[in-house]
């Protein structure tokens, strides 16, 4: 596809992306990162499938926020969010950025949003935590050697080893912050999941036994590459670049191939917002209190 045709689409859905956010329709927003990514395959645009790919995060981050904090904390949070929106969109335009830059900006924007997603964690206990992202940093040391030394669990179609270092990694980084290595390695596990979540489905037979050399011979590499650059002092923004839209191209064809996975479709339970919860609890206390004295 001519790359100008491909980039003009591109931009179109970035500039979407910021208005479902000021309206709030962050499950639009989500659905826009995809589309940025799918988008990419036509052109094989590798700076614009990162952009979808932050889109897509920033889009989970605050329809998990949503429900979770104060209107007055969302207010903040939602500040956040316009002003890294303004600035990825400015470094979408810009043909010759470096491309860390828009790593930076994006572990920035994490790290600006972190006092709200970890906001259910009490503010004498923080004060125990305190920050120290070099934990961060020993605890990937030890997630990615994980991972490595324990790689052919991914034989098992119904392991969950991928989600389960991902929880890990995040509850950490919550708790006592991170480093921008920290917010590249986070994101390429999050991306190998994506792929592989496809992978299972589509090389698992009816019996339920997944192909171990398939598994060998597709993964494994990209594990041995996400140790080279969790272990690197000096990171090759370009090449983890390049390894994380392997894996989104990976991932987005596989889900023209088969669509949504079927077991992906059911909707999960919405988790109300603390102040819902306690108005609900006082609805139900003063029902039961009327029914008692009835």
């Known amino acids: 596809m001519n790359r100008d045709l491909n980039v003009e689409m591109c931009t179109k859905n970035m500039k979407v992306a910021a208005l479902s956010f000021k309206m709030e329709d962050f499950q639009l927003m989500n659905v826009i990162g995809n589309r940025i990514m799918s988008d990419c395959l036509f052109g094989d645009n590798e700076n614009f499938a990162l952009f979808g790919f932050f889109i897509k995060q920033m889009a989970l981050d605050y329809l998990n926020l949503k429900p979770r904090i104060t209107q007055s904390d969302f207010l903040g949070a939602k500040l956040i969010g316009e002003d890294y929106l303004g600035i990825l969109l400015s470094s979408s335009q810009d043909i010759s950025i470096d491309i860390a830059k828009p790593w930076a900006d994006y572990h920035e924007f994490n790290i600006r949003i972190r006092q709200y997603s970890a906001s259910d ?18 605890v990937r040391y030890w997630l990615i050697d994980f991972l490595v ?20 990694f995040q509850r950490v980084g919550l708790t006592y912050n991170y480093t921008v290595i920290d917010t590249v390695i986070f994101s390429c596990l999050i991306a190998l999941d994506r792929y592989y ?80 919860k306690k108005k609900l609890s006082e609805a139900i206390s003063k029902a039961l209190q009327k029914e008692v004295k009835s």
Request: overall charge negative; cysteine-free.
């Open 149 to 168: 030394k324990d790689r052919e669990i991914l034989y098992d179609s119904k392991n969950n080893f991928l989600k389960g270092l991902i929880d890990e």
């Open 197 to 276: 979540e496809y992978f299972v489905f589509q090389y698992t037979a009816g019996n339920g036994v997944l192909d171990t050399e398939k598994v060998k011979t597709t993964f494994f590499p990209y594990i041995d590459k996400v140790k080279q650059f969790s272990s690197s002092r000096e990171l090759d923004y370009r090449e983890v670049t390049h390894l994380l839209w392997q894996l989104i191209k990976s991932w987005r064809e596989s889900f023209i191939h088969y669509a949504e996975l079927p077991y992906k479709t059911v909707q999960k339970p919405v988790e109300l917002s603390k102040e819902a």
């Open 121 to 138: 964690i009490d503010k004498s206990i923080k004060e125990i935590y305190g920050d120290n992202a070099n934990i961060t940093e020993n």
